[in-house]
């Protein structure tokens, strides 16, 4: 399993979880694979990376055996979906690394007090089942 395409997200924060949703909805390929940072999975995927994963506010990307994280993360699952959000991934890339994950890390800091947050992870249709770790 570690070599297959995996999101690791804030599993109650609702905007994560709407982008889980997008992304689910924009991978036709179906090689995406997730789990939220609070899982088993996570924890055990994470303990010999030298990650803290308590901290809840870094989206990270695992593909081809390298982890991503915050914007790179980003640019690197945009590249995998269906339609426009190539292009949008791309433009990021142009923007110095400091900057976007600057971006990142301010939106980050807010999300909770913008779209709110769960008490719990997201449940998941029939068919999702296989690709949540």
């Known amino acids: 399993m570690h070599n297959n395409k995996i ?17 689910w909805d924009h991978n036709s390929k179906r090689d995406i694979y997730f789990s939220s940072l609070q899982s ?3 924890k ?13 506010s870094t989206i990270y990307f695992f593909e081809d055996n390298v982890l ?4 790179d993360a980003i640019f690197k699952i945009s590249q995998n979906l269906d339609g426009k959000l190539k292009f949008f991934g791309k433009f990021l890339k142009l923007l110095p690394k400091a900057l976007r994950d600057w971006g990142y ?3 980050s800091r807010n999300r909770y007090r913008m779209f709110g947050q ?14 949540f770790l």
């Open 7 to 23: 999101v690791f997200f804030d599993g109650v924060c609702n905007f994560c979880n709407s982008t889980v949703n997008y992304i």
């Open 118 to 131: 769960s008490n719990t992870c997201r449940l998941l249709k029939p068919e999702e089942k296989a690709y």
């Open 105 to 107: 890390t301010v939106f």
């Open 68 to 71: 991503y994280k915050k914007s």
């Open 40 to 42: 088993d999975f996570s």
């Open 44 to 56: 055990e995927f994470f303990k010999d990376k030298k990650v803290d994963i308590s901290d809840l």
